[in-house]
């Protein structure tokens, strides 16, 4: 049987290729006919996924790099890493915290220009550069995600009034978030109290531009921004209209942008966010394991276009298919197994909005029902699924 091919884009690191390094896959930078693309931050075109994809890998949490809808319709499933950064982009949160409630970064710059470090130019100067404590403020968490929990328990336990707010948090992550943490109904109160704003939000039509310039005036004057997630979380145009005319204390951002060079009060990094070698890591090792699983299984986890299952082949061999969420769409797929006089021995359909996937489980070889699927309406894409891949 011929390897899966998987197409590299961008470093991934080591620990996580070393997943596909075995006989039934291959990789590279210059694979032709690839059956899966793996990438970190490359921005996907549509003419750069061939007909051959099957699923396409993020290592990293974010996927507006990649062509979501377009995927969808082919019929390709969309996977990311989410959490797997969790821990580096919360030490950087705390780390954007503390610089600006100390003026660190002026007291370095400082004691860099000195001639010489003398002790007494040293105390006389240090008043310059006095800032405020973080314990006892309050903070506001807007997005409780993996990133935006591991932020808020982080920040209890530096004695913060943490406060979150989600109106779609789902129940598993709700179980991580500490008791001691204030879900908030209402964003409004949660803005207009806060001494922090930390930003944790996935960027989609819903949630660009979220900090727009209404949500800008409940903000204290004296408060700090923070932006973690995506620059377009907020709206630019507003955010450097708040910040010339004093409206908030200062922004934080891992998205350095022309339009805030030389703004007063803006800290900006480089896109840090997921820059440790244990997030790189462990985001490569997720990735390469999500689309080995799905190859070699049919097996979807944290697929952001379809819908989530793993399940036991029952088996030796199985067929994946991926379709239109409409009535009679189950019903017309069996059809065609008993038109085909082929057994079915178990079959899971899975829905996702107007997505769904269906695995068929049969007792027999057959390349002839794939094709036959395949011209059928309403199906993105059919593929068989051997055992002997496992």
């Not at 507006?64 to 950087?92: D, H, M, Q, R, W």
């Not at 999500?290 to 061999?317: A, E, I, W």
């Not at 189950?330 to 079959?347: L, R, Y």
Request: aromatic share 6%; glycine share 6%; hydrophobic share 40%.
């Amino acid at each position: 049987m011929s390897k899966y091919k998987v197409k590299i884009f961008n470093k991934i690191a080591n620990e996580g290729l070393k997943y596909l390094e075995d006989d039934l896959f291959e990789y590279g930078d210059d694979i032709k006919d690839p059956d899966a693309l793996l990438l970190r931050s490359h921005k996907l075109q549509e003419n750069e996924i061939p007909d051959s994809v099957k699923a396409i890998a993020r290592a990293g949490a974010g996927i507006n790099n990649i062509p979501v809808e377009y995927c969808k319709s082919k019929g390709i499933a969309v996977f990311n890493t989410p959490g797997a950064n969790a821990n580096a982009v919360k030490e950087l949160v705390l780390a954007g915290l503390l610089l600006s409630s100390r003026d660190i970064l002026g007291g370095l710059e400082f004691v860099k220009g000195l001639d010489s470090v003398d002790n007494s130019v040293v105390e006389k100067n240090k008043s310059k550069f006095k800032g405020s404590e973080i314990q006892g403020k309050n903070i506001a968490i807007i997005g409780l995600g993996a990133i935006g929990i591991s932020v808020a328990n982080a920040a209890l336990s530096l004695g913060m009034n943490v406060h979150g707010y989600d109106p779609f948090i789902s129940v598993k992550n709700a179980w991580g978030l500490s008791r001691n943490v204030v879900l908030e109904e209402n964003i409004t109160s949660v803005l207009q109290n806060a001494d922090y704003v930390t930003l944790h939000l996935p960027l989609n039509e819903e949630t660009r531009k979220f900090i727009d310039k209404e949500k800008l005036e409940l903000i204290k004057k004296t408060a700090v921004v923070l932006n973690f997630s995506r620059a377009e979380i907020v709206d630019q145009e507003e955010l450097l209209y708040s910040l010339k005319n004093n409206k908030i204390g200062k922004y934080v951002t891992d998205f350095p942008s022309k339009l805030f060079q030389g703004i007063k009060n803006v800290i900006a990094m480089p896109h840090l966010g997921a820059s440790t070698t244990e997030a790189e890591i462990n985001c490569a090792v997720m990735a390469a394991k999500q689309v080995k699983d799905f190859l070699l299984r049919g097996d979807l986890t944290n697929t952001v276009n379809l819908p989530n299952g793993v399940h036991q082949l029952s088996t030796n061999y199985r067929v994946a298919i991926i379709h239109e969420n409409i009535p009679k769409m189950v019903q017309k797929i069996t059809s065609v197994f008993g038109d085909s006089k082929i057994n079915i021995v178990e079959m899971i359909n899975k829905s996702r909005v107007d997505v769904a996937y269906t695995l068929v489980d049969i007792d027999a070889n057959s390349e002839d029902i794939c094709q036959t699927l395949k011209n059928e309406s309403g199906i993105y894409k059919v593929r068989l699924i051997a055992q002997s891949n496992k």
